[in-house]
């Protein structure tokens, strides 16, 4: 059974999607994929996931988290 939170599972299934293009472009395409498409609350709560821990998120979603804090 999985009991990784839904935010962690969805942001590295995100980032799949964008690892055939450079991390840069990746990251701030999975960004702006969270902006336009997550509700608020949910990137908050990544935001705050990341803040405590980076060992389940893929590395693009831990450059795109950084992204979204500005």
Known sequence: ???MPPQ???ANDIAVQFHHLPAG???KAI????RM???PRMRADLVTRA???TADLDP???EAVRILRG
């Not at 960004?31 to 969270?34: G, S």
């Open 1 to 3: 059974m999985n009991t």
């Open 8 to 10: 962690i599972r969805l």
């Open 25 to 27: 472009e990746a990251a």
């Open 31 to 34: 960004a702006n994929h969270m």
């Open 37 to 39: 498409f997550w509700d």
């Open 51 to 53: 803040d405590s821990s």
């Open 60 to 62: 693009l979603v831990v």
